[in-house]
Structure formats: structure tokens, C-alpha cells
């Protein structure tokens, strides 16, 4: 049979898609939603399955809006053409590199943006601190060096954006394909360089293992449309989830539970990558559910990791919650390259180092935080307070 057709209020589904994706899971939890042009799955062990389908769901997408916008990376390849390229970048994202090379970096650049905030009574912790220290993370695992953390940000946010836009927004568009402009040219600036000096940044050991240079470019705007709002959101979010919920401070505070339970529930709770996009490849079916060639599928992490088959109480954040069901990094081939990187900026970084120069953080009264977004979400800004204030 064919998915059955499920309806949302687009506006809507931005702001919560969680009401909806229970509606889901509960009555079509695989089902065609005219708004978005997709077949949606929603269950956390049916994306587990079909992720690893390869020959059905596939990433290769020639007309998608990822290959479009930002060229033909990684993420957009299956079998040994995804693993070939997966395998160039290991040398920058390898669990390795991450512990002795990009932790002592992220340190130092995470104390001398609190440097600059230790005097503050109040301050945006998105804007001042979670966008800028994923900025200059990303500056030094890219081998962009000599642009801002802002920039960095503008890029990212225009791309995950246009990769989005699947209402055709002409404005959305033109933004993002200036922000495709400006890391091309920022590469430019930066290839003969690294080429002469090489280290361990992605721009440097993509152009050592002797990828193209179409290849090269993309696969950077890939890591720059993930690696920011990723890390961004995620450490923001996480922040957010610790002062709205002081009980689970306590629990981490007092030694029962880590950073890393903090962000692995986190991303759990409020994914920050809600989606992932699929070609039906070839007809076939799957839970009675016929699939025709050239149809496209969203996997729904968002909506898998509430699923109440999986995790109890689900809309609940809990950091001593066991999460090892959880698929925020994904499930199978294409599970997150960048996943130490981030599990080390935000959980050995970022929100030790914040917590600790400021222990009496808090929400700034009458902030009212408000999340967005589906296939990628997080808050835009996060008024928070310090014992500074007055």
C-alpha cells in the first residue's frame, strides 16, 4: 500500500514538531507529508533498519539541495565512495586527534572568550559564548584560520538553511549561495599554505590524500554546515536544559552523572540534526509500505529518540538516562564523522569550563527561551545571569 498522507501546519511544526511526531509514531509512523514533499519514518528501530539499506534509502542524491547548493560531498555518496572519503578525513577526526591535538585549542580558545565574559552580570550565552566557541573550533579543525568565528557562523546558518529550504525560498537561496562564495574563496586563500605546511586540519589532510579539488571544497562547506550549528545548538541547548531543570545540575554537580551523560541526553532530548534525507533508490517495500524509485524519505532522529518504545517517559530529560539507543549521530554508514569532535567541544570543553567560572549561572528573569526548527534546531538566544548582577 501506499504511505498514508499525513498533514502538519508547517509555522507550527518549526516551532514543537515533538506533538506531531508522537501523533506519528502512534497512527502513521511511516507516512507521505504533502507539505514537505517526503515520506517521513518516525520509529527509532525502522530509521535503525533502514539507514543500513542502502540500495533502497540512498544518500546519493544528484538533484537534492545539498549537492546542489554546496557540491558533491560525502554525505551525499554510499558504499566504498562514502568510505573513501571517510577514510581521508580520519586523520582530523580520529578519537586521537581529538584528545591530543583539538582539546588543549578548544581550551584555550573556550577561557579566553570566558575572559571576556567574567565581568559580565548578564549575557546572551548563544551570541557570547556557544557561537563563538564553536566558531574557532571549527576554524582550527577546517584549516580556516584567518576568518571570524562569526563568519564561520553566518556560513553555517545560511547553508543548513538552504539545504532546508524545501518551500523554494529564493531569498533563502541567494544567501546560501553566497555563503558557498565566501568559503571558496576563504579556501583559496588557504590552499597553497597548507599545502606547504601540512597539519592536521581537514582542508590539509583532504588535499594530502590527494582528493579533488571540487571534492575538497565540498566536503569543507559539509563540515562548516554541520560542525557549527551542531555545536552550537547542542552546547547552548545543553546549558539551557541544566538551569531549567536545577535538579539534574545537582546530579551532575554532586558527581553522579557527566558532562558527556549531560550532552548525550541532550542531543536525546532536543536533537540538534532532527533529520536526515533519503532517495528511494529502487521500488520496493518495507512494513507493508510500497517505495517508488525517485521518492524522497526523511529519517526523523528527532522524532526517534522520543519514541516510547525505546525510552521511558521520553519527553522527559533525565542525564542518568540510558541513551545508548539513541540515534542523534545517526545509525549506520553515515554515522556522524565529526561525533568526537563534538562530543569533546561541548561535553570536555564547553560546559565544564562555563559551569565552573560560573557556578551561580542562571536563566535571566523573564527570558523565555523558545527552540525552532525541525531538521535542525536549537534556540537563538539564551539570556542567562551571573552573581555579577546589580
Known amino acids: 500500500m501506499n504511505p498514508p498522507v499525513f498533514d502538519i501546519d508547517p509555522v507550527a511544526f518549526k516551532i514543537d514538531p515533538y506533538p506531531v511526531y508522537h501523533q506519528m509514531r502512534n497512527k502513521a509512523p511511516i507516512c507521505f507529508v504533502p507539505q514537505l514533499g517526503a515520506i517521513l519514518l518516525t520509529r527509532r528501530d525502522d530509521i535503525f533498519t533502514c539507514e ?3 540500495e533502497i534509502f540512498s544518500s546519493e542524491q544528484p538533484g537534492g539541495l545539498m549537492t546542489v547548493l554546496m557540491g558533491e560531498n560525502m554525505m551525499r555518496k554510499d558504499g566504498e565512495a562514502h568510505m573513501r572519503e571517510r577514510r581521508m578525513i580520519f586523520p582530523t577526526v580520529s578519537p586521537k586527534t581529538v584528545a591530543n ?5 578548544f581550551e584555550l580558545a573556550a577561557d579566553t572568550i570566558l575572559l571576556g565574559l567574567i565581568d559580565r552580570s548578564e549575557f546572551d550565552l548563544v551570541r557570547d559564548y556557544a ?19 562569526q563568519a564561520m557562523n553566518q556560513w553555517s546558518q545560511a547553508m543548513i538553511d538552504g539545504i532546508a529550504n524545501y518551500a523554494g525560498n529564493p531569498q533563502i537561496e541567494a544567501a546560501c549561495h553566497e555563503a558557498t562564495l565566501g568559503i571558496d574563496q576563504a579556501v583559496s586563500q588557504r590552499m597553497e599554505e597548507v599545502s606547504k605546511k601540512p597539519d592536521t586540519s581537514l582542508l590539509s589532510v583532504l588535499l594530502q590524500a590527494g582528493l579533488d579539488e571540487a571534492g575538497v571544497r565540498a566536503n ?3 563540515a562548516i554546515s554541520g560542525g557549527q550549528n551542531e555545536q552550537r545548538d547542542a552546547l547552548a541547548g545543553a546549558v539551557y536544559a541544566m538551569l ?24 536525546r532530548w532536543m536533537a540538534p540534526i532532527g533529520m536526515s534525507p533519503r532517495r528511494i533508490a529502487k521500488a520496493g517495500c518495507y512494513k507493508g509500505i510500497t517505495l517508488q524509485p525517485e521518492q524522497r524519505a526523511f529519517l526523523m532522529f528527532g522524532a526517534a529518540n522520543r519514541d516510547e518504545a525505546c525510552f521511558d517517559q521520553p519527553d522527559v530529560f533525565d542525564v542518568q538516562r540510558d541513551t545508548s539507543k539513541s540515534i542523534a549521530f545517526g545509525a549506520g554508514p553515515h554515522f556522524c564523522a565529526g561525533a568526537w569532535i563534538s562530543r569533546c567541544l561541548v561535553a570536555g570543553v564547553g560546559l565544564p569550563k562555563l559551569f565552573e567560572g560560573f557556578s551561580d549561572l542562571r536563566l535571566a528573569e523573564g527570558a523565555e527561551p523558545r527552540f525552532e526548527g525541525w531538521a535542525f534546531r536549537g534556540l537563538p538566544n539564551l539570556q542567562v545571569q551571573t552573581g555579577r548582577s546589580g
Do not use: R
Open 52 to 54: 543500513k539499506d542502502i
Open 101 to 105: 591535538t583539538w582539546k588543549e585549542q
Open 131 to 149: 557561537m563563538p566557541l564553536s566558531g574557532e573550533a571549527l576554524k582550527l579543525v577546517t584549516g580556516l584560520t584567518h576568518v571570524s568565528a
Open 220 to 222: 569543507v562547506k559539509l
Open 244 to 267: 531549567a531543570h536545577p535538579n539534574q545540575l545537582e546530579i551532575v554537580t554532586a558527581g553522579n552523572a557527566s558532562w558527556m551523560q549531560v550532552f548525550d541526553e541532550y542531543c
